[in-house]
């Protein structure tokens, strides 16, 4: 079993960063992928980014490219989540999970862990 908690969330400006961490706890695998989603108020969770423990491998929905940066740090078991030039369409819950097999796409069904969210509001 394992166990994400998400950090680092917080209100800021338009235009400002934030890096959001997910730490892993329990047991852990060199085969697992990670990914960010997001659920805006109203809408459905939407797939932000992922990147693989091994080799660092990552993909970005389309919205965040050039903008956010997913990294990892195997020693810390933890996964971060940088975000630069935040836009007010950025605000919601973000979340961070866990799939097998190196999975690190946006079918919502491959993770079977997930955090418990931090609020991200960017107001103009």
């Known amino acids: 079993q394992g166990q994400l908690v998400e950090t680092g969330g917080g209100s800021v400006q338009a235009g400002d960063s934030l890096r959001l961490s997910c730490a892993v706890s329990?047991?852990?695998?060199?085969?697992?992928?990670m990914g960010w989603f997001r659920r805006a108020p109203g809408k459905e969770r939407q797939f932000v980014g992922g990147?693989?423990?091994?080799?660092?491998?990552?993909i970005y929905e389309d919205a965040v490219k050039g903008r956010f940066t997913i990294s990892r740090d195997n020693a810390k078991n933890t996964v971060y989540l940088q975000m630069d030039g935040l836009k007010t369409g950025d605000t919601a819950v973000y979340y961070c999970?866990?799939?097998?097999?190196?999975?690190?796409?946006?079918?919502?069904?491959?993770?079977?862990?997930w955090g418990q969210g931090t609020q991200v509001t960017v107001s103009s």
């Open positions: 999970a866990r799939a097998r097999q190196g999975f690190i796409g946006a079918t919502i069904d491959k993770y079977d862990y």
């Open positions: 329990g047991r852990t695998s060199s085969d697992y992928g």
């Open positions: 990147i693989t423990w091994t080799g660092g491998a990552t």
